[in-house]
């Protein structure tokens, strides 16, 4: 009978033991000598719901070529760099000797950027499907590494990036950890985190920070996987919307609201202090200011945190949310004056453009009789199909009126006489061309918006921006990168739009279906907390 009760307890004893084995193999909280499979995929995209044109399609987002898939996800591909967010994400698990990663398909940027409006929902499936493929391929993984935008808006669906979550939760069930790293120009709210267990989000803008976010992702996922970490989550929506123009963290008080997330984190190991500034032009339910924060295990602290930042956001509001600037009229003629000074090269940035093609300050230098002008650049596909079906070369004479082409707000075409002195491929648009007109003038134009950042964006074919007296950018603030913060350009003067229009400060001007405008500071009045 002993016998028996022996062989009972073993038979017992070894399916306790089973049932261990198969817990801890679908739990991530393993002991340290363990090996943990990373699935790492993005999709990223600020989209400009305002703006005119076709919705991105399935083409429009694989322009660049096709989806990323595997080691081109991590690494780059011949013809592609990584993210800034992949590039701290691998980096840093590099440094653990028992964490491997699998790129999951993802697609490159889309056509034209962020001057793009409503993504199809056909196309966003059509991504995501591929990166579930990948993942249920790769399964038994132990953790999920996202690099997001925040700021994504797709036709039927409200809240995109927390729907990616969703999804991929559905896949890898309850226990495996999911963590992302953001723009800090997201559209978010509480829904990302229902799904997932962390979120990483650039505190500077320019974004200098996205590669040592995705680090810090890293570090967070390797610890939960190991059981080190235990996340307790708080979020607080703050009822501000501004326009990104105002949200340079170069200049207080936005420095200090960053400054003040730096100091909980500093001062509490372990505690992560997110702050989405929002992307106005995005019509979605969860547009404007949030603050996300994770705490190991310490919901009390999470709390305290999230409500310090909220309402210290709230207190300096008035400082970071309004502003105004140069019309163009009176922004040439401190550029002259700057000139006669010689305080050159200037920049004049068309903050409010985002299609690209405004023609606001080209009609004001041309009509000032401004010398030694790069305009990089003008979007205008039918001038350079112009130049590409009658095949101009470099030397041709070059007469027709570019820009102005996507409603009153911008401008009136511009008549250019000139000559193209370039064409070719640059910024990853396979058909850009530069006539020279004037006096020394260059205008570059483009098949979709650009955005320059440095000055070594401009070097190219003949172009050199050391050349000129005036540079004119796209740009609300990421120009400071290259052209402000490096000493490059002694004068810069953000030039305004004569006109309420979408991509300027004026917001209440916009015809919002998914929030009311008034509920927010500073379109109306808002009481907080």
Same mark, same amino acid.
Request: hydrophobic content about 40%.
């Given at each position: 009978?002993?016998?028996?009760?022996?062989?009972?307890?073993?038979?017992?004893?070894?399916?306790?033991?089973?049932?261990?084995?198969?817990?801890?193999?679908?739990?991530?909280?393993?002991?340290?000598?363990?090996?943990?499979?990373?699935?790492?995929?993005?999709?990223?995209?600020?989209?400009?719901?305002?703006?005119?044109?076709?919705?991105?399609?399935?083409?429009?987002?694989?322009?660049?070529?096709?989806?990323?898939?595997?080691?081109?996800?991590?690494?780059?591909?011949?013809?592609?760099?990584?993210?800034?967010?992949?590039?701290?994400?691998?980096?840093?698990?590099?440094?653990? @000797?028992?964490?491997?990663?699998?790129?999951?398909?993802?697609?490159? @940027?889309?056509?034209?950027?962020?001057?793009?409006?409503?993504?199809?929902?056909?196309?966003?499936?059509?991504?995501?499907?591929?990166?579930?493929?990948?993942?249920?391929?790769?399964?038994?993984?132990?953790?999920?590494?996202?690099?997001?935008?925040?700021?994504?808006?797709?036709?039927?669906?409200?809240?995109?990036?927390?729907?990616?979550?969703?999804?991929?939760?559905?896949?890898?069930?309850?226990?495996?950890?999911?963590?992302?790293?953001?723009?800090?120009?997201?559209?978010?709210?509480?829904?990302?985190?229902?799904?997932?267990?962390?979120?990483?989000?650039?505190?500077?803008?320019?974004?200098?920070?996205?590669?040592?976010?995705?680090?810090?992702?890293?570090?967070?996922?390797?610890?939960?996987?190991?059981?080190?970490?235990?996340?307790?989550?708080?979020?607080?929506?703050?009822?501000?919307?501004?326009?990104?123009?105002?949200?340079?963290?170069?200049?207080?008080?936005?420095?200090?609201?960053?400054?003040?997330?730096?100091?909980?984190? @500093?001062?509490?190991?372990?505690?992560?202090?997110?702050?989405?500034?929002?992307?106005?032009?995005?019509?979605?339910?969860?547009?404007?200011?949030?603050?996300?924060?994770?705490?190991?295990?310490?919901?009390?602290?999470?709390?305290?945190?999230?409500?310090?930042?909220?309402?210290?956001?709230?207190?300096?509001?008035?400082?970071?949310?309004?502003?105004?600037?140069?019309?163009?009229?009176?922004?040439?003629?401190?550029?002259?004056?700057?000139?006669?000074?010689?305080?050159?090269?200037?920049?004049?940035?068309?903050?409010?453009?985002?299609?690209?093609?405004?023609?606001?300050?080209?009609?004001?230098?041309?009509?000032?009789?401004?010398?030694?002008?790069?305009?990089?650049?003008?979007?205008?596909?039918?001038?350079?199909?112009?130049?590409?079906?009658?095949?101009?070369?470099?030397?041709?004479?070059?007469?027709?009126?570019?820009?102005?082409?996507?409603?009153?707000?911008?401008?009136?075409?511009?008549?250019?006489?000139?000559?193209?002195?370039?064409?070719?491929?640059?910024?990853?648009?396979?058909?850009?061309?530069?006539?020279?007109?004037?006096?020394?003038?260059?205008?570059?134009?483009?098949?979709?918006?650009?955005?320059?950042?440095?000055?070594?964006?401009?070097?190219?074919?003949?172009?050199?921006?050391?050349?000129?007296?005036?540079?004119?950018?796209?740009?609300?603030?990421?120009?400071?990168?290259?052209?402000?913060?490096?000493?490059?350009?002694?004068?810069?003067?953000?030039?305004?739009?004569?006109?309420?229009?979408?991509?300027?400060?004026?917001?209440?001007?916009?015809?919002?279906?998914?929030?009311?405008?008034?509920?927010?500071?500073?379109?109306?009045?808002?009481?907080?907390?």
């Amino acid at each position: 009978m002993k016998k028996h009760i022996g062989i009972i307890s073993l038979f017992k004893q070894g399916w306790i033991i089973l049932l261990a084995l198969f817990f801890a193999c679908d739990s991530p909280n393993r002991n340290s000598s363990s090996s943990y499979r990373v699935a790492v995929a993005s999709f990223m995209h600020e989209t400009c719901t305002f703006c005119p044109g076709e919705e991105p399609s399935i083409e429009d987002w694989t322009y660049r070529g096709a989806p990323l898939k595997g080691d081109e996800v991590l690494h780059g591909a011949k013809d592609w760099e990584s993210n800034d967010y992949i590039q701290g994400f691998v980096q840093q698990a590099k440094q653990f @000797d028992n964490m491997s990663l699998i790129g999951l398909s993802s697609p490159r @940027d889309v056509f034209g950027g962020s001057s793009r409006t409503w993504n199809k929902q056909e196309a966003f499936d059509h991504f995501v499907n591929l990166m579930l493929e990948d993942l249920k391929a790769a399964l038994p993984v132990d953790g999920v590494f996202l690099a997001l935008h925040g700021a994504m808006a797709v036709r039927g669906i409200d809240r995109p990036e927390a729907e990616i979550a969703k999804r991929f939760r559905e896949v890898v069930g309850p226990n495996i950890p999911i963590v992302a790293t953001f723009d800090l120009h997201g559209n978010e709210d509480q829904d990302f985190l229902k799904w997932a267990d962390g979120t990483f989000v650039t505190k500077r803008f320019p974004h200098y920070d996205s590669y040592a976010q995705g680090e810090r992702a890293a570090r967070y996922i390797h610890q939960m996987m190991r059981g080190e970490y235990h996340p307790t989550k708080a979020v607080k929506q703050v009822p501000i919307l501004t326009a990104t123009v105002l949200q340079w963290t170069g200049q207080s008080p936005m420095m200090n609201i960053m400054e003040r997330a730096r100091r909980w984190e @500093d001062e509490y190991p372990g505690a992560y202090v997110n702050v989405f500034l929002g992307f106005p032009w995005s019509d979605v339910p969860d547009v404007g200011t949030c603050v996300q924060v994770m705490t190991n295990n310490d919901q009390t602290l999470a709390d305290k945190i999230a409500d310090d930042m909220a309402e210290f956001i709230w207190r300096v509001r008035q400082g970071w949310s309004q502003g105004e600037f140069l019309q163009p009229e009176e922004a040439v003629k401190q550029a002259q004056q700057a000139i006669v000074n010689g305080k050159t090269p200037v920049i004049l940035a068309d903050y409010w453009d985002r299609p690209g093609d405004g023609t606001w300050t080209l009609h004001e230098l041309i009509k000032q009789r401004t010398n030694k002008v790069l305009y990089a650049a003008l979007t205008d596909v039918h001038a350079l199909e112009e130049i590409w079906n009658k095949n101009l070369q470099p030397g041709a004479s070059f007469d027709m009126s570019v820009g102005g082409y996507t409603g009153e707000q911008a401008g009136k075409p511009v008549h250019i006489a000139g000559k193209l002195v370039w064409k070719g491929a640059v910024w990853g648009y396979d058909r850009v061309a530069a006539i020279a007109f004037g006096d020394g003038n260059i205008l570059v134009l483009t098949p979709g918006y650009q955005q320059c950042i440095t000055p070594e964006e401009l070097q190219f074919g003949p172009v050199n921006p050391d050349d000129y007296d005036v540079i004119v950018l796209k740009s609300r603030v990421h120009f400071r990168r290259g052209f402000d913060e490096t000493g490059y350009a002694p004068s810069i003067f953000i030039v305004d739009a004569p006109g309420d229009w979408f991509g300027t400060t004026r917001l209440e001007a916009l015809k919002y279906n998914n929030i009311h405008i008034k509920d927010f500071y500073p379109f109306g009045e808002v009481k907080f907390p």
